[in-house]
């Protein structure tokens, strides 16, 4: 492997269990990421969207396969890297500022050093007049925010979300949908966005990857080749309602949805 791509996996497999209780999560397959691209991971719930994610991290050990991030093998955990989950998972006694900071601290970095970089996170994404709110204090869609700012404040050049708007309602989604390609447009990190939404991730990556029902495979990976930013007149664009159509019958033909109520 080379250090041209962000993140090279070749023939990775994930199996769970052992002898009879095996399950196999993950079939082996293949994925290149570039440096600076946005790729997002589309399929069913149990496809191993998220254990990809795990896999990629260090968080969990493949069971075969080859799997680098930037050129290094991934052995365990990967430190250089920014993780955003569905949940937030801030720390409620301290305030915004200092969750984003957390960070830095757990990593024993210089605090001063990255004092600045937080603000300016905080406002990028519309926190600046929040820095000293708990979390309670705050909206769900502030929450997430927050918890953004604080994957990206010690400078990864890799971002992983797994299902991160997913606990947001309709509306907050799509506006955290809006301010996440800006920033990425503002920042052009590596990211990998895990997502049960065709749409979304149409809307969002540079490529789509369609995974199967379990045992997760990838169905096909799409190019998207629409203008950004995209925006709310995305959903307007030729190329947006050719590629939900083609993912969406991907789904159809594997019995992922279907095209009445049974």
């Given at each position: 492997?080379?250090?041209?791509?962000?993140?090279?996996?070749?023939?990775?497999?994930?199996?769970?269990?052992?002898?009879?209780?095996?399950?196999?999560?993950?079939?082996?397959?293949?994925?290149?990421?570039?440096?600076?691209?946005?790729?997002?991971?589309?399929?069913?719930?149990?496809?191993?969207?998220?254990?990809?994610?795990?896999?990629?991290?260090?968080?969990?050990?493949?069971?075969?396969?080859?799997?680098?991030?930037?050129?290094?093998?991934?052995?365990?955990?990967?430190?250089?890297?920014?993780?955003?989950?569905?949940?937030?998972?801030?720390?409620?006694?301290?305030?915004?500022?200092?969750?984003?900071?957390f960070q830095i601290d757990m990593r024993g970095l210089d605090r001063a050093k990255y004092l600045p970089r937080a603000h300016e996170?905080?406002?990028?994404?519309?926190?600046?007049?929040?820095?000293?709110?708990?979390?309670?204090?705050?909206?769900?869609?502030?929450?997430?925010?927050?918890?953004?700012?604080?994957?990206?404040?010690?400078?990864?050049?890799?971002?992983?979300?797994?299902?991160?708007?997913?606990?947001?309602?309709?509306?907050?989604?799509?506006?955290?949908?809006?301010?996440?390609?800006?920033?990425?447009?503002?920042?052009?990190?590596?990211?990998?966005?895990?997502?049960?939404?065709?749409?979304?991730?149409?809307?969002?990556?540079?490529?789509?990857?369609?995974?199967?029902?379990?045992?997760?495979?990838?169905?096909?990976?799409?190019?998207?080749?629409?203008?950004?930013?995209?925006?709310?007149?995305?959903?307007?664009?030729?190329?947006?309602?050719?590629?939900?159509?083609?993912?969406?019958?991907?789904?159809?033909?594997?019995?992922?949805?279907?095209?009445?109520?049974?």
């Amino acid at each position: 492997m080379t250090g041209t791509s962000g993140i090279s996996i070749r023939a990775v497999s994930k199996t769970y269990g052992s002898g009879a209780r095996q399950t196999l999560a993950l079939s082996p397959i293949d994925l290149e990421v570039a440096p600076g691209e946005f790729v997002a991971i589309v399929g069913p719930s149990g496809c191993g969207k998220s254990t990809l994610l795990r896999l990629v991290t260090g968080l969990v050990a493949r069971s075969g396969g080859e799997l680098s991030v930037f050129g290094k093998p991934v052995d365990g955990p990967v430190t250089d890297v920014g993780i955003v989950f569905q949940q937030p998972i801030l720390l409620d006694w301290r305030n915004v500022l200092d969750n984003v900071m957390f960070q830095i601290d757990m990593r024993g970095l210089d605090r001063a050093k990255y004092l600045p970089r937080a603000h300016e996170l905080l406002a990028a994404v519309g926190l600046a007049d929040f820095a000293d709110r708990r979390p309670y204090e705050l909206s769900g869609g502030m929450k997430q925010r927050a918890s953004i700012a604080r994957a990206l404040v010690h400078e990864p050049p890799l971002l992983m979300m797994d299902e991160p708007f997913g606990a947001l309602d309709a509306l907050t989604r799509e506006q955290m949908r809006i301010d996440l390609e800006r920033l990425w447009m503002e920042t052009k990190k590596t990211v990998v966005f895990i997502t049960h939404s065709i749409d979304e991730a149409v809307l969002l990556a540079d490529r789509v990857v369609v995974m199967s029902p379990r045992p997760g495979r990838i169905e096909t990976i799409m190019e998207i080749d629409m203008r950004r930013p995209r925006g709310l007149s995305g959903r307007k664009d030729p190329k947006f309602i050719a590629a939900t159509d083609a993912i969406t019958e991907i789904f159809l033909e594997r019995g992922v949805l279907q095209r009445h109520a049974s």
